[in-house]
C-alpha cells in the first residue's frame, strides 16, 4: 500500500510540473501503425516523436517523446 501511495505522489509532482519531459516509446516493430499510435499520443501530450541520435528506425523503442521544452 505504502508504495502504491509513493507511486501516486510520484505521478501527481510529475503532472504539476508542467509536463515537460522525455519518454521512450514501447517495444516492438517501428510500422506504420504503431508510430501512427504513438505520435497521436505524444501530440496528445503536447510532443513530439523524434528517433534516438544513432539507432535505428525499425524499432519503436529507439524513438522518444519529447514534450515540452525537452532536450
Known sequence: MKALLVTFA????????GGAGTY????????Y??????TEKCHADG???VLK??????EL???????GGAK
Do not use: E
Request: with cysteine.
Open 47 to 49: 510532443g513530439q516523436i
Open 61 to 67: 523503442s529507439n524513438y522518444q517523446c519529447k514534450v
Open 10 to 17: 510520484a505521478l501527481f509532482v510529475a503532472a504539476c510540473a
Open 24 to 31: 521512450d516509446l514501447d517495444h516492438g516493430p517501428a510500422d
Open 33 to 38: 501503425d504503431a508510430l501512427k499510435a504513438a
Open 53 to 58: 541520435n544513432g539507432y535505428d528506425s525499425r
